[in-house]
């Protein structure tokens, strides 16, 4: 037995099964039609309840991908620390643009709004 073979002190990972991706997908078609949505309507009333269902939907489906991503990282023996990934990258700057396109709708309606000053 040769001292420095460390394949005897070496524990197995358990296997590694790939994340499904879902969510990232439903996040940049939810945020892509919302932002077809903001084009074509330009409706104040449009663009609050995309905006809401957007930060709502949109943030809690990219929580749960993390949590998932984080989850199996655990589970396949790592720390727990996963960077983003591209997928991870586009979805949440699709959502970022989709909630600024939708928020610049009702700052613009608010403006034309005579609040007495």
Known sequence: ????????????????????????????????????????LQSFAAALITYGVLLVAGCGLLFLQRRRVILATRQAGGIGYVA???????????LVGACLANGLIIAFEMASWDWGF
């Open 1 to 40: 037995m040769d001292p420095l073979d460390m394949d005897e002190l070496t524990t197995p990972l358990p296997p590694v099964r790939p994340i499904d991706r879902w969510p990232l997908y439903v996040v940049i078609g939810l945020s892509s039609a919302a932002i077809l949505a903001v084009i074509i």
């Open 84 to 94: 983003l990934n591209a997928w991870d990258r586009i979805a949440l700057g699709i």
